[in-house]
């Protein structure tokens, strides 16, 4: 931790995540704060180490060891306003322990997650498909979003993902960072565990923090809908864009979007939406065992939303 003499004005609380300690999110705390004169003479930056091993199993304790330490921090600076950054796994806690402590939310400044798996990790579900308990997958799996939309009407968020190509920085899928009411920022060819301290998110965070807004531009129409219907489908897990180009088109809606899907060998059933331009729009998947709830849903979304045949039936 970097102290002053003098009374600060902010606190940067950065957390590292899953099979980490916080050494490397340092850097990137420290780069941020060294970077600004400002900063630097305002600035106290603490970067605990939760350990590395107890990443492994349960986020919990994680939370509680955290929480102690903050609790600390706070005491001894009462006046500073928390700049709070979270890379993976140490935005979940982040979310987690700001859900337990509404009374520190008018002291955030910001909070910043960094390739958070926030809709639930991919990965983490593949490990427990059945949601057993097999270490920190089970907490890695949980979807958050709610919990994060919840906060970011609070808080002002940003969200920050990377793409190596086909919407993912080789873990997260950019899907499964994204939530409403943050502002998200996706940066290029930047793989997830150096996200943690790369310096091209310093002026990204520099210019956030300069002017921390609530995302209050969320769109109200049909498309922003849609997507968020199938979000919320049980079992659905936020998913690159690899298999996009082998998916078929199963609705046709108006203004040119369309709803693909395409299911795999191993009977895993991938959702796409894509717009006029076959951007994509949203990606996710469904194991077997939700098969029943997707088809159900996809029955839904014919009667709630505008396609080409309702329109030509209007």
């Avoid at 003479?41 to 605990?48: C, E, S």
């Avoid at 579900?125 to 097999?134: F, S």
């Amino acid at each position: 931790m970097n102290s002053s003499d003098r009374n600060p004005e902010f606190i940067l609380f950065a957390q590292h995540g899953w099979s980490d300690n916080g050494k490397d999110i340092n850097v990137l705390a420290t780069a941020l704060v060294e970077q600004s004169h400002e900063d630097r003479q305002n600035t106290v930056v603490f970067a605990p180490s939760l350990g590395l091993i107890t990443t492994y199993w349960r986020i919990n304790p994680l939370v509680s060891k955290l929480e102690k330490l903050v609790i600390e921090i706070i005491e001894q600076y009462p006046q500073a306003q928390l700049k709070i950054m979270g890379h993976s796994l140490g935005g979940l806690i982040w979310l987690e322990l700001l859900d337990r402590h509404p009374d520190w939310h008018c002291k955030v400044h910001s909070l910043v997650m960094i390739g958070s798996p926030v809709g639930g990790s991919h990965l983490a579900r593949l490990i427990d498909p059945l949601a057993l308990g097999i270490g920190m997958a089970r907490d890695l799996g949980k979807n958050r979003r709610a919990l994060a939309t919840k906060l970011a009407q609070k808080i002002p968020t940003l969200a920050i993902a990377s793409d190596l190509g086909k919407g993912s920085d080789g873990m997260v899928p950019l899907e499964n960072t994204k939530f409403n009411y943050a502002q998200f920022v996706c940066v290029d060819n930047i793989p997830h565990a150096n996200l943690k301290c790369n310096q091209d998110l310093v002026p990204i965070i520099h210019k956030f923090w300069s002017n921390p807004q609530i995302n209050l531009c969320q769109s109200p129409d049909w498309i922003a809908q849609l997507l968020t219907f199938l979000k919320d489908i049980p079992g659905m897990t936020d998913a690159n864009y690899q298999n996009l180009s082998k998916s078929t088109v199963l609705i046709e809606f108006s203004q040119g979007v369309t709803l693909r899907t395409y299911t795999n060998v191993a009977q895993v059933k991938h959702v796409f939406v894509t717009n006029a331009q076959s951007q994509c729009l949203y990606a996710g998947y469904v194991g077997w065992l939700h098969f029943s709830h997707l088809q159900k849903s996809l029955l839904e979304i014919k009667k709630l939303f505008p396609t080409q045949d309702s329109l030509k039936n209007s």
